[in-house]
C-alpha cells in the first residue's frame, strides 16, 4: 500500500494524447515511488505510442496502457471542402468517447485504488468525468491538464488583463462549431478552471509568467494549486543521433543544408486545406525560391487506422510540384518527425495552424512561427506569438478562413519571414525565447520546480 498511482486520461484527439503521454514519461523516468498508467481506447493507445518523438521503447514500458473499451463509431475523411475549418468529422469519436469512458475508467480506478496510497488521476480538463470518478474513491484526487495556452485560462478569469496586454482576445467558444461547443460542455459542465485539486499546465513563465501567475491567485482564493510545467515535450539537440534508430528521410536531407535556409510547413493533424488553396500554397513555396519541407496530408479520422485512412488526395500536384522544386524542398504525406525538424539548425522557420503543441514544439527549439490559425485555440495563439511574444508574422487571420489566400501574399510573408531585416530580428528574438524556454525545464528552472513540486504533492 505505499506505492501512488497516477492515472493519465486524454482527450481522443492527437494534440491532447501526446500532452499527457509525454508528462507520463516524464514521471515514469523520475525514479520516485509512483506507478504510472495511461488510459484510453485502445486505438489511441495504439496511435499515442506509434507517433510520440524523443522517446524510445524501453521508456514506453515504463508505463501501464489500459484500453478504455468505447462504442464503435463511424470513423469517415474529413471534408476540406467544409465551411467551417473544423474538423467535424471526429465528432462521432468524441460523442462516443465521453459516453463510454466513464464505465471502464471507474472500473480500472477501483482496482487501483484497493492496492495503492494514492490514486492520482490527471486528466485532460475536457474530462470532467475523470475528476468525478477520482473524488469517489476513498484515497484519490484529481488534477487537470490544461494542453491550452495559460492565458487562454485568463481570457476567462478577467480579458481585460490581456486587453491591457495590447492584446486581442476571444474565447474557444467564437472559433468552434456549436456541435463541439456542446459536446464539450456535456464533458465538462462545471464553469470551474479546476474543479479538483488544481490544474497543470503545459506552459512555462519564459513564455507565459504574467498569465500564470494570475491563474495561480484566481485558483488560489479556492485552495487549489498550479503547476506550470511545460514545455512537455522533449528539447532535442541541433544535430539529433544518427545511431540506435532509423531516421526519417526528410533528416538527412536536411541535415545537408545551410544553417537556418528551411521553412517547415505543417498545419497539424485536424486542419485539411481545400484543393484550391493547396494549388496556392505550392506556388508560393515555389516562387519563394526557399528550401521547404512541407507536410501535405489531411486531418486525422476519428481511428486513424481505420480503412482507407492515410491515402493522399494530392497525387497529381505533387508529382508535378515536386519536379518543379526537386532539390529545394521536400513533401511528406505521411507522418513527419516534428520534433526533429523543428531542433534541426538547418530549420529558419515553421508555417503553422497555431495549435499550442505546435507553437510550444517550435519556440522550445528557438524557431518563429508564421501562423495560419484555423479553429479552436489556434487564433489566440497566433495573436499571442505575432502581437505578444514577437516571435512571429501572421500569414492569414482566421476572420479569413472561408477564402483561398493568393499565392502572392503567401509568398510576401514567406520571403519577410526568410530573408527581410525584420525576419532575421523574428529569428533571434525566436531564438532567445527558446533558450529561456529550456533553461525553464533545466535544474533550478521555473517548470523543472514546479513539476519537482508536484511530484513531492503527490507523494507527501
Known amino acids: 500500500m505505499e506505492s501512488v498511482a497516477v492515472v493519465a486520461v486524454p482527450f481522443p484527439a492527437q494534440g491532447h494524447l501526446n500532452q499527457l503521454l509525454h508528462l507520463s514519461l516524464q514521471l515514469a523516468s523520475r525514479g520516485v515511488e509512483v506507478d504510472v498508467h495511461y488510459a484510453a481506447p485502445a486505438s489511441h493507445i495504439r496511435q499515442a505510442r506509434a507517433r510520440v518523438h524523443g522517446w524510445d521503447q524501453e521508456a514506453l514500458r515504463s508505463i501501464q496502457f489500459h484500453d478504455l473499451g468505447?462504442?464503435?463509431y463511424v470513423s469517415p475523411p474529413p471534408d476540406p471542402t467544409a465551411d467551417s475549418p473544423f474538423p467535424s468529422h471526429i465528432m462521432p469519436l468524441f460523442d462516443a468517447y465521453i459516453t463510454g469512458a466513464r464505465a471502464p475508467l471507474a472500473e480500472l480506478l477501483h482496482?487501483?485504488?484497493?492496492?495503492?496510497?494514492?490514486?492520482?488521476?490527471?486528466?485532460?480538463?475536457?474530462?470532467?468525468?475523470?475528476?468525478?470518478?477520482a473524488a469517489r474513491l476513498p484515497n484519490g484526487e484529481a488534477f487537470g491538464l490544461h494542453c491550452l495556452a495559460a492565458s487562454i485560462l485568463?481570457?476567462?478569469?478577467?480579458?481585460?488583463?490581456?486587453?491591457?496586454?495590447?492584446?486581442?482576445?476571444?474565447?474557444?467558444e467564437h472559433y468552434a462549431p456549436k456541435e463541439f461547443l456542446e459536446c464539450a460542455r456535456r464533458a465538462r459542465p462545471s464553469s470551474k478552471i479546476s474543479p479538483g485539486a488544481g490544474i497543470l499546465t503545459n506552459t512555462c513563465r519564459a513564455l507565459e509568467g504574467d498569465f500564470v501567475d494570475v491563474v495561480a491567485r484566481h485558483v488560489a482564493a479556492d485552495g487549489k494549486k498550479i503547476f506550470a510545467i511545460g514545455p512537455l515535450n522533449p528539447l532535442l539537440p541541433a544535430i539529433g543521433s544518427k545511431q540506435g534508430k532509423k531516421r526519417h528521410d526528410c533528416l538527412d536531407w536536411l541535415d545537408k543544408q545551410p544553417p537556418a535556409s528551411v521553412l517547415y510547413v505543417s498545419f497539424g493533424t485536424t486542419s485539411s486545406l481545400r484543393a484550391e488553396q493547396i494549388e496556392e500554397l505550392?506556388?508560393?513555396l515555389r516562387g519563394s525560391k526557399q528550401r521547404f519541407i512541407w507536410v501535405l496530408r489531411d486531418a486525422d479520422r476519428g481511428d486513424i487506422f481505420a480503412e482507407g485512412a492515410g491515402v493522399s488526395r494530392h497525387e497529381k500536384l505533387l508529382s508535378e510540384f515536386t519536379k518543379d522544386t526537386e532539390g529545394t524542398g521536400l513533401v511528406i504525406t505521411g507522418w513527419a518527425p516534428q520534433l526533429e525538424i523543428l531542433a534541426n539548425g538547418a530549420t529558419a522557420a515553421f508555417m503553422s495552424h497555431c495549435g499550442w503543441n505546435s507553437t510550444v514544439e517550435s519556440l522550445s527549439h528557438g524557431k518563429p512561427i508564421l501562423a495560419w490559425p484555423m479553429h479552436c485555440d489556434q487564433p489566440w495563439d497566433a495573436e499571442l506569438v505575432c502581437n505578444y511574444l514577437k516571435a512571429g508574422?501572421?500569414?492569414?487571420?482566421?476572420?479569413m478562413h472561408g477564402q483561398?489566400?493568393?499565392?502572392?501574399?503567401?509568398?510576401?510573408?514567406?520571403?519577410?519571414?526568410?530573408?527581410?531585416?525584420?525576419g532575421m530580428a523574428m529569428q533571434r528574438r525566436a531564438m532567445v525565447l527558446g533558450d529561456a524556454v529550456r533553461a525553464s525545464v533545466a535544474d533550478g528552472g521555473s517548470s523543472r520546480k514546479d513539476l519537482d513540486d508536484?511530484?513531492?504533492y503527490i507523494t507527501r
Open 454 to 456: 508536484f511530484i513531492a
Open 404 to 422: 483561398v489566400i493568393a499565392a502572392k501574399a503567401i509568398q510576401e510573408v514567406i520571403e519577410e519571414a526568410m530573408l527581410s531585416d525584420e
Open 393 to 399: 508574422i501572421l500569414v492569414r487571420p482566421w476572420e
Open 154 to 172: 485568463v481570457g476567462q478569469i478577467n480579458a481585460k488583463l490581456l486587453r491591457d496586454n495590447g492584446l486581442a482576445f476571444r474565447g474557444v
Open 70 to 72: 468505447i462504442s464503435r
Open 111 to 133: 482496482d487501483l485504488s484497493a492496492s495503492r496510497r494514492r490514486v492520482v488521476v490527471v486528466h485532460d480538463r475536457l474530462n470532467a468525468f475523470a475528476d468525478e470518478e
Open 282 to 284: 505550392a506556388a508560393a
